[in-house]
């Protein structure tokens, strides 16, 4: 059982920076890996980028990549999601979610195959 909660979003103008952070409890040593999705009204949810146990490179959707930066600390049970150069098209609800190791092979990107997720913490970026 793993529990999740986001914080750190905001509102900033376009090319400013947020870091987004996930905070686990529970059993956050059994994931097998942490992700950030994000989903804007009208929009599909997205996994913007991923971090998997094991697994020194993360993955990045190409939309972000260069800009925004996961890191785990395992020390103080933290995801961590550095966004940088924001854009008005980055504005929307980011969530973090978790697949279990128990639950196998998944995609780590796909919304459909993690197991916690948190409640959300909105980010808006302005022209």
């Known amino acids: 059982q793993v529990q999740l909660v986001e914080s750190g979003g905001g509102s900033v103008q376009a090319g400013g920076s947020l870091r987004l952070s996930c905070a686990a409890s529970?059993?956050?040593?059994?994931?097998?890996?942490m992700t950030w999705f994000r989903q804007a009204p009208g929009k599909e949810r997205e996994g913007v980028a991923t971090i998997i146990t094991g697994v020194r490179s993360p993955i990045y959707i190409t939309s972000v990549e260069g800009r925004f930066t996961i890191a785990r600390d395992n020390t103080k049970n933290t995801v961590d999601l550095q966004m940088n150069d924001l854009k008005p098209e980055d504005t929307a609800m980011y969530y973090c979610?978790?697949?279990?190791?128990?639950?196998?092979?998944?995609?780590?990107?796909?919304?459909?195959?993690?197991?916690?997720w948190g409640q959300g913490t909105q980010v808006t970026v302005s022209s």
């Open positions: 979610a978790a697949r279990a190791a128990k639950s196998g092979v998944g995609n780590c990107l796909a919304g459909t195959n993690m197991n916690y």
């Open positions: 529970g059993s956050p040593g059994s994931t097998r890996c």
